[in-house]
T-cell receptor, first 114, second 113 residues
Framework: NAGVMQNPRHLVRRRGQEARLRCSPM?????VYWYRQLPEEGLKFMVY????????ESGMPKERFSAEFPKEGPSILRIQQVVRGDSAAYFC????????????FGPGTRLTVT | DQQVKQNSPSLSVQEGRISILNCDYT??????FLWYKKYPAEGPTFLIS?????DKNEDGRFTVFLNKSAKHLSLHIVPSQPGDSAVYFC????????????FGKGTTLSVSS
């Protein structure tokens, strides 16, 4: 039973480029969450999605960041016109539709903006 | 406004002894608490959780205690093993299904043999 998959594991972008981070939830999980971890910090919630719906994006920066979870395929976190401050580890988590509050995390994507 | 606080950045313990990791929270709307363990360059791994209606939950070597009146929880690891060396995050959830987890900054546990 595969866990949460994220790719790429490492991503290097120059300032002004776009970054696309992908997340495939665990089998049977229909809830996806994105978190960001800055150095020496805990994980900070960004967005919560279900298939084709954004449920809570209260942690998402208002500009340049967007997320989707289409009917088919992985969830995508997109960062346009990246800046050095976007350098961080981005983690995706998933949970089943009912019955548990635990979220299961992927290995993360480490974004470096040069 | 940190709602979940882990005031000890690090903790060192000898193998076989007890490790106690602490966590304080400020939001009385939290109804579920979780502990995650994280190794470098990996994602957090779920360890153990506790509902706000309980004061203790045990799973093997791991026990979580919750003191609601003090808004405090702790994770006990007995006996500690070198493989337990990692960063431990405390997280809390508001009382709605599927909402975000609020994480503390983590405590780095080092277990020496």
């Amino acid at each position: 039973n595969a866990g949460v998959m994220q790719n790429p594991r490492h991503l290097v972008r120059r300032r002004g480029q776009e970054a696309r981070l992908r997340c495939s939830p665990m089998k049977g999980h229909s809830h996806v969450y994105w978190y960001r971890q800055l150095p020496e910090e805990g994980l900070k919630f960004m967005v919560y999605l279900q298939k084709e719906n954004i449920i809570d994006e209260s942690g998402m920066p208002k500009e340049r960041f967007s997320a989707e979870f289409p009917k088919e395929g992985p969830s995508i976190l997109r960062i346009q016109q990246v800046v050095r401050g976007d350098s961080a580890a981005y983690f995706c988590a998933s949970s089943p539709p009912t019955g548990t509050y635990e979220q299961y995390f992927g290995p993360g994507t480490r974004l470096t903006v040069t | 406004d940190q709602q979940v606080k882990q005031n000890s950045p690090s903790l060192s313990v000898q193998e076989g002894r007890i490790s106690i990791l602490n966590c304080d929270y400020t939001n009385s709307m939290f109804d579920y608490f979780l502990w995650y363990k994280k190794y470098p360059a990996e994602g957090p791994t779920f360890l153990i959780s506790i509902s706000s209606i309980k004061d203790k939950n045990e799973d093997g070597r791991f026990t979580v205690f919750l003191n609601k009146s003090a808004k405090h929880l702790s994770l006990h690891i007995v006996p500690s093993q070198p493989g337990d060396s990692a960063v431990y995050f405390c997280a809390a959830r508001r009382n709605q299904a599927g909402t975000a987890l609020i994480f503390g900054k983590g405590t780095t546990l080092s277990v020496s043999s």
